[in-house]
């Protein structure tokens, strides 16, 4: 039940007006691991274009998987049993030494305080993907 938003920069992966077309009550929620950027993604809608309009001059739906596909080298999946049995190998990958620390801080959680660091890499030249 995460809050949903309206994700802006999209005009790479959905054009210009940053709109998938075609669907009626749809949700697009994407789950990233933290380490390799493989993701997940649970796309679900409650009414789709139907063929029959594309006769008449409608465009056709946007295929959501396929253009967020070529948006994420890292991979993607839409079947989270999937993803959720990669995750002990993802989750053994390493980040590259060094890196440049941006931001580090700590945040207030019901179980205490976590202490958290953000750092930039530049994985090509790390040798990730």
């Known amino acids: 039940n995460a809050p949903g938003f309206h ?4 005009h790479q992966v959905f054009g210009e007006h940053e709109t998938i077309y075609g669907y009626k009550g749809l949700q697009v929620h994407v789950y990233f691991h933290h380490l390799t950027f ?18 008449r001059g409608a465009r ?4 959501v998987p396929a253009l967020l596909k ?6 993607l ?4 049993s999937e993803f959720l049995s990669m995750l002990p190998q993802l989750s053994a990958a390493k980040l590259p030494e ?12 019901p179980g205490g305080s976590e202490e958290w660091t953000l750092v930039r890499f530049n994985l090509g030249a790390a040798g990730m993907e």
Request: overall charge negative.
């Open 7 to 10: 994700p802006e920069f999209t």
């Open 38 to 55: 493989h993701a997940y993604v649970d796309i679900q809608y409650t009414e789709k274009l139907r063929s029959s309009l594309f006769n």
């Open 60 to 63: 056709e739906a946007d295929d």
């Open 70 to 75: 070529e948006a994420m080298p890292a991979g």
């Open 77 to 80: 999946t839409e079947n989270k």
């Open 98 to 109: 060094g890196g440049q620390v941006i931001l580090e801080g700590t945040q207030e959680t």
